[in-house]
T-cell receptor, first 113, second 109 residues
Framework: GAVVSQHPSRVICKSGTSVKIECRSLDFQATTMFWYRQFPKQSLMLMATSNEGSKATYEQGVEKDKFLINHASLTLSTLTVTSAHPEDSSFYIC?????????FGQGTRLTVV | GQSLEQPSEVTAVEGAIVQINCTYQTSGFYGLSWYQQHDGGAPTFLSYNGLDGLEETGRFSSFLSRSDSYGYLLLQELQMKDSASYFCAVRSQGGKLIFGQGTELSVKP
């Protein structure tokens, strides 16, 4: 199956700063990747669809200017949380879909202080 | 809208069999998947049903009835390491996954 590497695994940042999270598909060319967010003891909520070479598609209620997604190659998608606030503290996970399943990165635990 | 329902928690003993049910209401259905997630970790794929019926993978089986918008995950010969959260997820167009709220399974000795 596809191997998905996500970096960093943990990050602490100050309120008002920006954080970039990388998601790499190591052995699978991914024209599409997904970004999810998960708060403690809750489900994974789809934030956006990252499309290689074109604009990301955001789910309702997700601010596209706050969560910038770039998918410049078939193996790399990045999520930048801009002007982070404490309420953005969460677990962010990317995934690469195949025809029947999805492979997830290790996740990034973001803490905004 | 889209919604999935599954029990919030289930407790069972080692060696037992447990069934986690999932009902769904979605627009656009391309299959039902199950994922396991341990505390602090990423979800890992367990099973996928694109068509009605039973899929078996080792100790885990999954069932789907599209006419009833219903599926379940069956875990046999439970082990302590099976204690985790289990999510059903509907696969929609383009490979998007819409997740249920998750079922926390506790396996007791």
């Amino acid at each position: 199956g596809a191997v998905v590497s996500q970096h960093p695994s943990r990050v602490i940042c100050k309120s008002g700063t920006s954080v970039k999270i990388e998601c790499r598909s190591l052995d699978f060319q991914a024209t599409t990747m997904f970004w999810y967010r998960q708060f403690p003891k809750q489900s994974l909520m789809l934030m956006a669809t990252s499309n290689e070479g074109s604009k990301a598609t955001y789910e309702q209620g997700v601010e596209k200017d706050k969560f910038l997604i770039n998918h410049a190659s078939l193996t790399l998608s990045t999520l930048t949380v801009t002007s982070a606030h404490p309420e953005d503290s969460s677990f962010y996970i990317c995934s690469v879909p195949t025809s029947t399943e999805a492979f997830f990165g290790q996740g990034t635990r973001l803490t905004v202080v | 809208g889209q919604s999935l329902e599954q029990p919030s928690e289930v407790t069972a003993v080692e060696g037992a069999i447990v069934q986690i049910n999932c009902t769904y209401q979605t627009s656009g259905f391309y299959g039902l998947s199950w994922y396991q997630q341990h505390d602090g970790g990423a979800p890992t794929f367990l099973s996928y049903n694109g068509l009605d019926g039973l899929e078996e993978t080792g100790r885990f089986s999954s069932f789907l009835s599209r006419s009833d918008s219903y599926g379940y995950l069956l875990l046999q010969e439970l082990q302590m390491k099976d204690s985790a959260s289990y999510f059903c997820a509907v696969r929609s167009q383009g490979g998007k996954l819409i997740f249920g709220q998750g079922t926390e399974l506790s396996v007791k000795p």
